[in-house]
T-cell receptor, first 115, second 112 residues
């Protein structure tokens, strides 16, 4: 089955700096890669996603890049703000088979943005 | 607010007991997914239903079962509870199988 590795496990930045979180996946059949933000006491919230036919996607201060050959994808947050502090999860979904629809999550990154 | 609702928000029970967690998907979504989140295992997929039919299964224990009803809401039943079942249980829904999944606020289960 799919295996997703996420780094770093914790990330501390100053307000206004950029933050980068990286993930690698094992199943070459995976074709959908969402990123979720989870605040304390809440459920994961989708912040951006990318499909395998696209190399990069941007939404305001957030961007995601995908390298299918190397099987890795990254989340980039620019001009970080204290409210960006949360746990971020990457995930992957295979395109078919018995695991179709099953999200496999990375271990999570605790991002802290210091004012 | 994702549009996915889960009840109850918190549940405290004893070992050996049985509980039922409920999930209502976003309006129009046919797929419902259940996930377990614990400190040692992270976010783990349990099971998926699409329009009432089971479609995918993860590392779900035999003591756990789920179903999706004709009105598309879903219930996760956990029986013979053990201390290790204490975790957050999330439900997510999507319009299509394999589509973008939106998560509910979760049910925090504590087994004493």
């Amino acid at each position: 089955g799919e295996n997703v590795e996420q780094h770093p496990s914790t990330l501390s930045v100053q307000e206004g700096d950029s933050a980068v979180i990286k993930c690698t996946y094992s199943d070459s059949a995976s074709n959908y890669f969402p990123w979720y933000k989870q605040e304390l006491g809440k459920g994961p919230q989708l912040i951006i996603d990318i499909r395998s036919n696209v190399g990069e996607k941007k939404d305001q201060r957030i961007a995601v890049t995908l390298n299918k050959t190397a099987k890795h994808f990254s989340l980039h947050i620019t001009e970080t703000q204290p409210e960006d502090s949360a746990v971020y999860f990457c995930a992957a979904i295979p395109s078919g088979g018995t695991s179709y629809g099953k999200l496999t999550f990375g271990q999570g990154t605790i991002l802290t943005v210091h004012p | 607010d994702s549009g996915v609702t889960q009840t109850p928000k918190h549940l405290i029970t004893a070992t050996g007991q049985r509980v039922t967690l409920r999930c209502s998907p976003r309006s129009g979504d046919l797929s419902v997914y259940w996930y377990q989140q614990s400190l040692d295992q992270g976010l783990q997929f349990l099971i998926q239903y699409y329009n009432g039919e089971e479609r995918a299964k993860g590392n779900i224990l035999e003591r756990f079962s789920a179903q999706q009803f004709p009105d598309l809401h879903s219930e996760l039943n956990l029986s013979s509870l053990e201390l290790g079942d204490s975790a957050l249980y999330f439900c997510a829904s999507s319009g299509l199988q394999g589509g973008t999944q939106y998560f509910g606020p979760g049910t925090r289960l504590l087994v004493l």
